[in-house]
């Protein structure tokens, strides 16, 4: 028997044929027809289900950003940027809680409320050795520690400061506001001047005399007399 018979005599050269789209907006299934040719064999339908597919122009597709290591953000790399810079001048560091100090200047991070992710952090510059007695000039070593601050925020745009002197109470408080906000405004022009750090990135710059003391006593005391650098990112 040759071959186009053979066929013929089997049925299959009678074709199978498709009625409707095989996934149409607006359809939910296709009729799936197979047409027999033996003599006699009737004609057979068969039900396929297919996914409705409507197209709408309107919906768009958000772009899935991969998820921030848990506790890191920005100023966990500004942080790591100002270790780098003391340590490429040759400056050893001496590591406190949350941070690490240097002498004149000690550098911390503040955690969040939830205490993993950095809030701000905070620069605090000692008063007595980072000043001569009574003097709002920056000793050069204490200027150049931070100048390193400042070129450590150069590297972050969307960083910002705020700046704040403060004294103890020993003296005048006319006095002492006076001195406490002439050394926040030397450490401003320290931090922005040499790395061109806008102006507009140091939001507040104030002398808060002894109203903050870090220990409460009214006698001298050097932890008292500083000034604060607090880092943040800009939201």
């Known amino acids: 028997m040759g071959y186009r018979k053979y066929m013929r005599r089997i049925g299959l050269l009678g074709g199978i044929a ?3 789209s095989a996934c ?11 047409v027999e040719n033996l003599k006699g064999c009737p004609t057979y339908a068969e039900e396929v289900a297919f996914p409705t597919y409507i197209e709408d122009p309107g919906v768009q597709v958000a772009q899935v950003q991969p998820a921030a290591a848990e506790g890191t953000n920005n100023l966990d790399r500004v942080y790591d940027a100002i270790q780098t810079e003391f340590r490429d001048g040759g400056i050893k ?22 205490g993993r992710v950095t809030r701000e952090i905070l620069i605090t510059v000692d008063g007595d050795v980072s000043f001569s007695h009574g003097s709002s000039r920056l000793t050069a070593r204490a200027r150049g520690l931070v100048e390193k601050v400042g070129s450590a925020m150069s590297q972050y745009a969307n960083t910002s400061a705020r700046i704040g002197g403060h004294t103890d109470s020993t003296g005048g408080f006319a006095l002492n506001q006076r001195l406490s906000l002439k050394r926040a405004q030397s450490v401003e022009q320290a931090l922005k001047t040499k790395h061109n750090i806008a102006a ?3 939001t507040d710059v104030k ?4 109203t903050r003391k870090v220990v409460d006593t009214t006698k001298s005391e050097p932890r008292n007399r500083r000034v604060e650098i607090r880092v943040s990112i800009d939201e």
């Open 18 to 20: 498709f009625a409707g």
């Open 24 to 34: 149409a907006s607006g359809a939910g299934s296709a009729q799936r027809v197979i």
């Open 93 to 114: 560091l001496r590591p406190i809680e949350n941070g690490f100090r240097d002498l004149g200047l000690s550098i911390q991070k503040v955690p969040g409320p939830d």
């Open 200 to 202: 507009e990135r140091i």
């Open 207 to 210: 002398g808060f005399a002894d």
